[in-house]
């Protein structure tokens, strides 16, 4: 068990929602060393996530450049301003050799995964094995390496935006503060975990027709652009694409936050979503739901293997819909489901109070 920390680095190189589901690891640190500044080093596209979190004393990123030479210059230039911390603990949630001789090459406690090669645990100081079934159990079982108990860890993921993200929303749609609405985004990194898009706009239809507007959002590639107009046109009343590629992270999860549902797949937004612990229906198909499912309980999951069987991950077809076995009426049902749920309790507070 580390006895004194006073300063912590936290490296995890992923995608945005890998990194939002580190958050737990975050608090739990911070509330076992209250009085530690807490670094992370994380590629530089995932900082705009947690950007607006206050617990991150510094962030340290890591580019990714083209070329053997800008590559090392970049590892190089990290490693001298970290070494200047002098860093009590270092603890590594991400899987790269670089990183990992990155860190060996500090001298500094350090803690991560354990693995079959050898050569990987003795970069660190200590390695202890994953347990736990979901990816948040999986990232604290990490801490248990260095004397955490399970009453020491803290689960909860949380999500910081600015005054000046709603601010920004506000500025586009006014009536945000005046209309219940619901954020679908039905977009993906990947095509397999995509939904039919005509079964989409049955929902959005639906919505429409219990008097809830409709945001579409997505990311700024083109394709994500593409795939939600051509939703919106399949729609009887064209939900709202405005949002749509145009938001910063933290101005999407603004949106999210005062949302009454959120609908989407298996992407870093349904994250934010429970982070955010608003009402969400997420789609999954042929990825492992059990380790990667929104982690809240306000969440209802659809799973396409319901309907027909999943393929293993060694078999997967990256080039089909999977979510196309989840038929429509599923979700609908979902949506009314906690849409009814919410009015209710919403009832209950406004009898109490």
């Given at each position: 068990m580390v006895q004194k920390v006073d300063?912590?680095?936290?490296?995890?190189?992923?995608?945005?929602?890998d990194v939002l589901l580190t958050t737990p690891v975050i608090a739990s640190l911070q509330a076992r060393y209250p009085q530690a500044k807490i670094d992370f080093l994380l590629y530089k596209d995932t900082k705009a996530i947690l950007a607006a979190d206050e617990r991150i004393h510094q962030f340290y990123l890591v580019e990714k450049k083209p070329g053997l030479f800008?590559?090392?210059?970049?590892?190089?230039?990290?490693?001298?301003?970290?070494?200047?911390?002098?860093?009590?603990?270092?603890?590594?949630?991400?899987?790269?050799?670089?990183?990992?001789?990155?860190?060996?090459?500090?001298g500094q406690s350090s803690i991560a995964f354990q693995r079959e090669k050898q050569l990987w645990n003795r970069l660190f100081t200590r390695v202890t094995?994953?347990?736990?079934?979901?990816?948040?159990?999986?990232?604290?079982?990490?801490?248990?390496?260095?004397?955490?108990?399970?009453?020491?860890l803290k689960p909860q993921m949380q999500l910081h935006y600015r005054e000046s993200d709603v601010q920004a929303l506000l500025a586009l749609a006014p009536e945000l503060k005046q209309q219940p609405y619901v954020v679908i985004q039905?977009?993906?990194?990947?095509?397999?975990?995509?939904?039919?898009?005509?079964?989409?706009?049955?929902?959005?239809?639906?919505?429409?027709?219990?008097?809830?507007?409709?945001?579409?959002t997505c990311g700024p590639a083109h394709?994500?652009?593409?795939?939600?107009?051509?939703?919106?046109?399949?729609?009887?009343?064209?939900?709202?694409?405005?949002?749509?590629?145009?938001?910063?992270?933290?101005?999407?999860?603004a949106?999210?936050?005062?949302?009454?549902?959120?609908?989407?797949?298996?992407?870093?937004?349904?994250?934010?979503?429970?982070?955010?612990?608003?009402?969400?229906?997420?789609?999954?198909?042929?990825?492992?739901?059990?380790?990667?499912?929104?982690?809240?309980?306000?969440?209802?999951?659809?799973?396409?293997?319901?309907?027909?069987?999943?393929?293993e991950r060694k078999d997967l077809d990256r080039s089909q819909k999977y979510l196309s076995w989840i038929p429509e009426h599923a979700v609908i049902e979902a949506v009314d489901a906690i849409l009814k749920n919410e009015n209710e309790q919403n009832n209950e507070i406004k009898i109490d109070g």
């Open positions: 300063r912590i680095l936290i490296c995890k190189l992923k995608f945005y929602g800008a590559t090392i210059k970049n590892y190089l230039t990290l490693r001298r301003e970290l070494k200047k911390n002098r860093y009590d603990l270092i603890v590594n949630l991400t899987e790269q050799w670089p990183i990992g001789a990155l860190i060996a090459s500090l094995p994953m347990t736990g079934t979901h990816i948040v159990e999986q990232n604290l079982s990490l801490l248990k390496g260095i004397g955490f108990t399970d009453s020491d039905p977009t993906a990194r990947q095509s397999f975990k995509c939904w039919d898009e005509d079964k989409f706009a049955s929902v959005i239809n639906h919505l429409h027709a219990t008097g809830l507007k409709v945001y579409l394709s994500e652009q593409e795939q939600v107009q051509r939703i919106a046109t399949l729609c009887i009343t064209k939900p709202d694409t405005r949002f749509a590629g145009k938001t910063t992270f933290l101005q999407l999860a949106l999210i936050d005062h949302a009454a549902l959120y609908i989407g797949v298996d992407s870093a937004p349904m994250h934010m979503a429970a982070a955010l612990d608003t009402p969400q229906v997420c789609l999954f198909g042929a990825t492992n739901y059990k380790q990667w499912r929104p982690w809240s309980d306000k969440a209802t999951l659809i799973w396409a293997g319901a309907y027909h069987p999943m393929p």
